[in-house]
């Protein structure tokens, strides 16, 4: 089962990517789908879980989407980055690549169909770069833990999320 996290500072925009993916696939072969607003907890997340595709916003408060994907390179260089923005100004589209090393970068609105192809070839790309260094992709066994996690939220959603104010701190 693959894994893919989406970051995006905008709720509505990760239930629309959340939707689209689902979509793409059926029954069992469905990924493990999470998802942050927050790019601070995204990144916390991501040294403790290995991801194999990343969908980011490049414009966030508090840390842009080209810094975040930067870091993720360094902790996790085999995980696939995709680049998603409002902006489609050249700037916007080199910083994407030459910082953050993305291999795709999309547009908001996106279009389905080029979503559901740069997942594809993302996944594609993640067992190609796992192949090369000798580590099969091996489907990924949910640990008590995340199991847990997974059924306190589908009980109460929102529960396991933590909200912070502009400095940080936890906001009850």
Request: include cysteine; charged fraction near 25%.
């Amino acid at each position: 089962m693959s894994k893919i996290l989406l970051i995006d500072d905008d709720p509505y925009i990760l239930s629309a990517l959340q939707r689209e993916l689902v979509q793409q696939w059926s029954g069992t072969t469905r990924p493990q789908i999470e998802s942050f607003t927050d790019p601070f907890d995204a990144l916390g997340r991501i040294c403790t879980c290995d991801f194999d595709l990343v969908i980011c916003d490049y414009m966030m408060p508090r840390l842009s989407g080209g810094e975040l994907l930067k870091a993720l390179s360094e902790v996790a260089p085999d995980t696939v980055r995709i680049m998603l923005s409002g902006s489609s100004a050249f700037d916007t589209v080199l910083s994407a690549i030459n910082e953050a090393q993305a291999f795709r970068f999309l547009r908001k609105p996106w279009g389905a169909d080029e979503l559901a192809e740069s997942v594809r070839l993302g996944l594609e790309l993640r067992t190609a770069l796992l192949e090369a260094r000798g580590q099969a992709a091996l489907p990924s066994v949910p640990t008590a833990q995340e199991l847990e996690a997974e059924r306190l939220e589908a009980e109460e959603p929102g529960l396991l999320k933590v909200r912070r104010d502009a400095n940080g701190s936890i906001i009850l």
